[in-house]
């Protein structure tokens, strides 16, 4: 199958109340460029006169304008989110033109996700209807049971990443659908109301999600590294 054309939903809802101060983390400066803006530019990137829609909280969006024009940030529409981030990705799917072919969904603060794996993932959901980036797990991890722990084989665990990409209107049938708290992602929305399986591609260590102070410092040395 085709790519086709790509529609892409940036969720960019965040607080910023793990990372302390008053500027959400999406806005926060990364070699001069806001976190969000940096996310938006990479779509861009990668999927050319692709649509992409940024959903926000109402009261970030004109924030968001006024901030944004002072940096160089591609073309984007902006929506505004709802309660859950189920919700929040609901409205954005909503925005989205019917003609698209597959629709893409990220975390706003995700902004070092390359354009070649962006790609990858977009081809492996052309061919198989869903597709989501992950990577190995490193550390050690237990599971805590009535009688207290117990050690998991991690060779068996993924960590699981954005982008997500799925044919449109598989993602849009799986939206059509009442928020429960057992979704954690699109993928789990996907799994739990549709036949589909959800593919797996090779993520990207560096495509951290920023929501620490910590994470700052690490997004920065990314940052810095790219420019080598």
């Not at 530019?41 to 829609?53: E, L, S």
Request: hydrophobic fraction near 45%.
């Amino acid at each position: 199958m085709e790519q086709g054309v790509v529609g892409v939903v940036i969720v960019a809802g965040g607080s910023g109340t793990r990372m302390g101060g008053t500027l959400p983390k999406q806005f926060a400066l990364v070699d001069g460029l806001p976190i969000l803006a940096r996310t938006i530019n990479t779509f861009a990137r990668a999927f050319a006169g692709a649509k992409i829609v940024v959903v926000l909280p109402a009261s970030q969006i004109d924030f968001w304008k006024n901030y944004s024009a002072r940096f160089t940030v591609a073309r984007h529409s902006i929506t505004e989110g709802g309660q859950e981030r189920f919700h929040s990705v609901k409205r954005g799917i909503e925005a989205l033109s019917d003609a698209v072919d597959l629709i893409a969904v990220h975390d706003g603060v995700r902004p070092f996700a390359s354009v070649e794996m962006i790609r990858r993932v977009a081809e492996c959901a052309a061919a198989n209807g869903a597709a989501i980036p992950v990577v190995e797990a490193v550390d050690s991890f237990r599971v805590t049971t009535e009688a207290g722990s117990e050690a998991i084989d991690r060779r068996v665990l993924r960590v699981v990443q954005t982008p997500q990409i799925f044919e449109a209107s598989l993602l849009r049938a799986a939206y059509d659908t009442e928020y429960q708290p057992s979704f954690t992602d699109d993928a789990s929305v996907v799994e739990q109301t549709t036949p589909c399986r959800v593919t797996l591609c090779q993520g990207e260590r560096s495509n951290i999600k920023i929501t620490t102070p910590e994470d700052m410092v690490i997004a920065r040395a990314i940052a810095e590294s790219l420019k080598e």
